[in-house]
């Protein structure tokens, strides 16, 4: 039998063995430790054990003349989820929040020219980045702000700044935006202008097609 | 008492900060709270002459500030609620006679004598405007529906951030219902959807502000006025109230409302 504290209350836990045994050992128990079991919330782990209703009604008179509420009952058996589903018992315990077992070390995997920056925040007026490699933004980038990245931009969010992509000359680079409606739009040395008047937002793509800078909907 | 400190900030000059400054100070006033009001408006003060209480100014804020007089000494006291008092700025300084750090312990002391400070922060991203907001647990940014001014309290709410003072509150002054409807302001939507901050106030454009800010009796004295109610409604929020939003909507004309009769929309 194990016993360990939780969020919960007190935890005890039985390794696989008759229920009838197992209870037999945890009556002695909170009899042994009486104070300190004394108005514990106790939650049970009774592993592959099947408890009725029944079963478990007893088994809470009996913790209740100790002094200790049940508040949980876990177990693998459906059986007795369900069980204590019915009688208002908790039957999973909070996880504490676990990182996962993924190790992530910085550029594992490094192509040429495909260095990035993400930004997660609204780009305020006044906000200037500038950056060699990819800029993306989640968030909005407002009137004022500027990107000025070396390769291509995308934004999710609205774009209504200004935004230079390819500055170094990269005609290849693209800006997209899911509202693509900047101050000034720069491509290499292109440089649009939203059209005024422009309809219902949506998500566009901008790119150099003969030597003009085209804005198309997205629409893959 | 552990009072609260405001800063009330626009960015742009001209958009209502005073204004609000002063009807916030009465409106909290009247609802029985201790209120500061403290001009930081060094070298331009105004709030005083909106309040009507330049005439009882002796000390100010940089006299404080330099010690030539005790904290109290530079209180003004309001004329209609004694619990309402001000800080005046000096007129005959700049902004570099007080610093970020002497804002902070000022405020600190006023904390223990009032529930609210309320600072009116002058136009600008200098000085002025750090003074103003380095004491504040609480920022109020002030923009009227309109491109210029937007822009500058976009600006201002990302200074606000960047000093860890946000999330600001947002109020939309000088709003003209009708000019929205016909589509030639921009409405509170859109002001909204650039901002991104949450809404505290809608003051709506009133030509009672002006008369009252001339006779030095701020306009959420006037119980008539729409703007004052405004005011009223935005101290409510601030002590924590839930204040509907009260209707912009322009009186429909005969025709109009029969047509919306007709249609079901009424």
Redesign the interface.
Known sequence: MEIKGIKEGILVKFHDQEWQNAKKALIQTLQDKQTFFDGAQLVLDVGHCVLGTHAIEVLQKKLNQHNISLYGLVSKSMITQEAAQKMGLITKLEKSKKKTDQKLEPSDVVLAGESAVLIRR?M????TVKYKGHVAVIG?V???AEIIASGSVIVWGRL?GTVHAGADGDLTAIVCALDLSPTQLRIASKIAITPEGQAEPKPEVARIIDEQIVAEPWLN | MNGKVVAIISGKGGVGKTTTAANLGIALATLGQKVVCIDTDIGLRNLDVVLGLENRIVYDLVDVVEGRCRLTQAMVRDRRYENLHLIPAAQTRDKSAVSASDMVRLCEELRSMADWIVIDSPAGIERGFRNAIAPADQVLVITNPEVSSLRDADRIIGLVEAEEKGPAQLIINRINPEMVKRGDMLSISDVIELLAIPLIGIVPEDETVLISTNSGQPVVLNEKSKAGLAFLNIGKRLLGEEVPWVSLNVKAGLLSRLGQLFSGET
Do not use: E, K, L, Y
Not at chain 1, 124 to 127: C, D, I, L, M, N
């Open positions: 609204t305020r007026s006044g906000f909005d407002n009137p004022g209504r």
